[in-house]
């Protein structure tokens, strides 16, 4: 069973940058049936798409945060990363990870991490 | 993007009631429009994709139905463990977007 583990620091500072990592277990990030994705949820919100990446290096970002998110994946630790740059007091939220099933027909995000809470505070 | 409205933003039902959520996209998806559920404290779990299909392991009592700007999301009888924030979510177009949610408690 596909299990998903997100893992960072849960405290940055303003403007520096976020750097968090997810770790799958009883599967591959490399298997080509799946993007993998990271979505956030400020504290008493909803939930927001980030991005999403494919074992290949495809990305697709959120177009709300685009100029400051890199997404990148290494299939030889079997993990994928997210980095948000000059971060802010909004950017606070529970970061998840989640096996993707996107494809030309639609998607949903079937498997997810426990979560991660990252506070920006000084 | 595409913005996906949910109703009521809260509901309050017996155990054993009937509950009923409905989704309105902005513009036409198809049918491709997921529900999650999520407790609190806890990530959110994908009960149906594609509109009606049940994802695998979710009881039977969770339905969906709907196509292309209108959805309902079922529970036919509330159970005390069903007691969660439902959101629906589409992923026609890129970036998949996310209703504000349905908090579900028991009255």
């Known amino acids: 069973q596909v299990q998903l583990q997100e893992s960072g620091p849960g405290l940055v500072k303003p403007s520096e940058t976020l750097s968090l990592t997810c770790t799958v277990s009883g599967g591959s990030v490399s298997s080509g049936s799946y993007y993998w994705s990271w979505i956030r949820q400020p504290p008493g919100k909803g939930l927001e798409w980030i991005g999403y990446i494919y074992y290949s290096g495809s990305t697709n970002y959120n177009p709300s945060l685009k100029s400051r998110v890199t997404i990148s994946v290494d299939t030889s630790k079997n993990q994928f990363s997210l980095k948000l740059s000059s971060v802010t007091a909004a950017d606070t939220a529970v970061y998840y990870c989640a096996r993707d099933r996107y494809s030309d027909f639609g998607g949903y995000m079937d498997v997810w991490g426990k979560g991660t809470t990252v506070t920006v505070s000084s | 993007d595409i913005q996906m409205t949910q109703s009521p933003s809260s509901l309050s039902a017996s155990v054993g009631d009937r509950v009923t959520i409905t989704c309105q996209a902005s513009q036409d998806i198809s049918n491709y429009l997921n529900w999650y559920q999520q407790k609190p404290g806890k990530a959110p779990k994908l009960l149906i994709y594609?509109?009606?299909n049940l994802e695998t392991g979710v009881p039977s009592r969770f339905s969906g139905s709907g196509s292309g700007t209108d959805f309902t999301f079922t529970i036919s009888s509330l159970q005390p463990e069903d007691i969660a924030t439902y959101y629906c979510?589409?992923?026609?177009?890129?970036?998949?977007?996310f209703g504000q949610g349905t908090k579900v408690e028991i009255k």
């Open positions: 594609d509109a009606s």
């Open positions: 979510q589409q992923y026609d177009n890129l970036p998949p977007t």
